[in-house]
């Protein structure tokens, strides 16, 4: 009995939710930031390296012309996360999944959550810093100098110390410690200088371009690519490695490829939600710049990746610098040196986005006492200055000695898993009832009620339909994950009609249908915010699924490096953080989440 006492107890601790306190008065950070600063944060970040560099390869690759259906659909599937990410806004508190998570599945969770998105951060500061050091003259002689002098042998380490990029965290993470508002200024600025770039290549294109290029020939392209190799007589296995030609060269499933590669262009609206407790106005203008931002950002991608298709033949196109390339197929090479200001600023703006995440979400973890007491303190400026130094150091640390060509796959396990973990969080609100006396405590609903809960719900929420929503969600996205690894492992012999494939995938389908049922079926909860999202729960549960999806394409290596990254984490927060958890004295004044918070309505 003992041992059953503690591990109730344990999994009582675990399973600790984040309350909001009944007296939201005077925050602790400085309501600042306005909606034009959360569109300008969310465009810098998010429109990052990859409108100057993705856009080339994905088009030379993978989808040719339709890259522009490419990012398309990668911009809806964004757009699953930017649904649900919205509806969280009136949680007026920084932390962005973090805190999504710690209010409505539980503290556990919320940790995961939260290392996720720092390895995500740190990676990404890391290596956008990598990239400017790399695309500026200064950065291209201190390289030199110091691969000359400071040469570095090591596996996975970098070819040389750049003490270029390290001391350029260090110097942004100076300018952040001083608050927030002055980052953000600093950061329209260039985010401005950098979609004027974009529209000047946009325009460029549609005014210089020619739409044969989007009805090339099959017969057309071992021509084209002969002449340009200065071997006309070369012909041979030459149209296979660019496609067919027309819009579509590579097929549909090109273009579906393609989408999977330019949503990672599309990750970074998250940093708006990290400063919720800096926003004037959290309810209104958090939805506006999520969605604002990621519309912006389509439209970007899209004018360029047309104008770049269009300038120039798609299977001519430079994968590492394509819009200079391009502007030299026209004719235009002066416009490098325009191309080349965009191109600092997007990588500048990019970086601060990151960085201006990832001090919040250290803040946000220390202040409930999962991480260190000391990266909660604020400075006079009413700014996290502890974390901001502390994950500045980490980053230029990474910068300064780490290859990260091998841990940015990392990034993509730990973004879509925040995706996933905030869209669970959703259903896991919208169906949350207001506790009653009456009802069934949620974790004793019986088995046989199932059928009753699928025939005959409830007419209003209740904690046992809440708990039937709760199993049927980890029911789906258990079976979520095995319809992934089938799909990704037995593909061959599913296009072969292998009967014990096409077996091993009906049958979780099956499952995923009926327990969807079983949730659509629950009565939702009453409350109403600024921002939900619409079609529950199919958006919330199409968006763990694709993500699933995604995620099983990585390869074992990158999860073996994932998995240690996560044992560190653990380390952490079973030695420090489930002793130090605010949520274990929880205060008198708190309420639960599931009651109606303040500028929440209710229908009556």
């Not at 107890?9 to 600063?37: F, I």
């Not at 905030?422 to 609903?445: F, H, I, M, N, W």
Request: with cysteine; charged share 10%.
């Amino acid at each position: 009995m003992p041992c059953w006492g503690c591990l109730y107890s344990l999994l009582k601790t675990l399973s600790h939710r984040k309350q909001v306190p009944a007296s939201l008065e005077g925050p602790s950070l400085h309501r600042c930031l306005s909606t034009m600063d959360l569109i300008a944060l969310g465009v810098g970040s998010t429109l990052g390296a990859g409108v100057y560099v993705l856009a080339g390869e994905v088009a030379k690759t993978s989808s040719g012309p339709s890259i522009i259906l490419s990012f398309l659909i990668a911009a809806v599937v964004s757009a699953l996360a930017v649904f649900c990410y919205a509806e969280f806004a009136h949680v007026p508190l920084a932390g962005s999944a973090y805190l999504y998570t710690y209010v409505t599945v539980g503290e556990l969770w919320a940790f995961i959550a939260e290392w996720n998105l720092l390895l995500s951060y740190v990676i990404g500061t890391a290596s956008v810093v990598r990239a400017w050091s790399a695309s500026s003259d200064l950065g291209k002689k201190m390289g030199k100098f110091l691969g000359a002098y400071v040469a570095v042998s090591s596996v996975g380490l970098a070819e040389h110390l750049d003490a270029f990029a390290a001391g350029l965290v260090v110097l942004l993470a100076g300018l952040l410690s001083f608050g927030v508002k002055e980052s953000t200024t600093v950061n329209k600025v260039f985010t401005a200088l950098n979609v004027l770039v974009v529209l000047f290549v946009t325009v460029s294109g549609f005014i210089k371009g020619d739409l044969s290029n989007w009805k090339l020939r099959e017969d057309d392209l071992p021509w084209a690519t002969a002449h340009e190799a200065g071997n006309p007589s070369m012909t041979d296995n030459v149209t296979s490695a660019f496609g067919v030609g027309g819009f579509m060269p590579y097929g549909f499933t090109g273009s579906l490829a393609g989408a999977s590669t330019c949503f990672y262009a599309f990750v970074g609206f998250d940093c708006i939600t990290t400063t919720g407790e800096e926003v004037r106005d959290p309810q209104r203008s958090i939805p506006m710049g999520i969605i604002l931002s990621l519309l912006i950002c389509f439209l970007a991608y899209f004018g360029v990746s047309a104008a770049l298709t269009l300038m120039m033949p798609y299977y001519l196109l430079d994968t590492m610098s394509p819009i200079p390339v391009a502007f030299e197929y026209i004719g235009w090479s002066s416009a490098k040196h325009a191309l080349a200001v965009g191109s600092l600023c997007t990588l500048t703006t990019s970086l601060l986005g990151s960085m201006v995440a990832m001090p919040w979400i250290l803040y946000a973890t220390a202040r409930d006492g999962l991480l260190f007491k000391p990266l909660a303190k604020l400075s006079r400026r009413q700014c996290p200055v502890v974390a901001t130094l502390v994950s500045g150091a980490v980053a230029a640390l990474l910068a300064l000695f780490f290859d990260l060509k091998a841990l940015v796959d990392m990034m993509s396990i730990t973004t879509q898993l925040a995706y996933s973990l905030v869209a669970g969080c959703v259903l896991l609100l919208r169906y949350r009832p207001e506790p009653s006396p009456q009802d069934t405590p949620a974790g004793k609903v019986p088995a046989v009620r199932l059928w009753d809960r699928l025939v005959c719900p409830p007419p209003h929420p209740t904690p046992g339909s809440s708990a039937v929503v709760a199993r049927a969600l980890t029911a789906t996205a258990a079976l979520v994950c095995v319809v992934s690894w089938v799909s990704a492992s037995g593909l061959p012999c599913l296009w072969d009609w292998g009967a014990w494939c096409i077996t091993a995938l009906a049958l979780p389908l099956l499952g995923i249908l009926v327990t969807v049922l079983l949730i659509w079926r629950q009565p939702q909860s009453r409350e109403r915010s600024s921002c939900m999202v619409p079609c529950l729960p199919f958006l919330p549960l199409l968006s763990i699924t694709i993500n699933s999806i995604l995620l099983a394409q990585l390869g074992a290596a990158t999860w073996l490096r994932y998995l240690l990254w996560m044992a560190i984490g653990f380390l952490i927060y079973f030695v420090y953080g489930i002793r130090h958890s605010a949520e274990s004295h929880r205060p008198k004044g708190a309420v639960p989440w599931d009651q109606p918070a303040r500028g929440v309505t209710q229908d009556p």
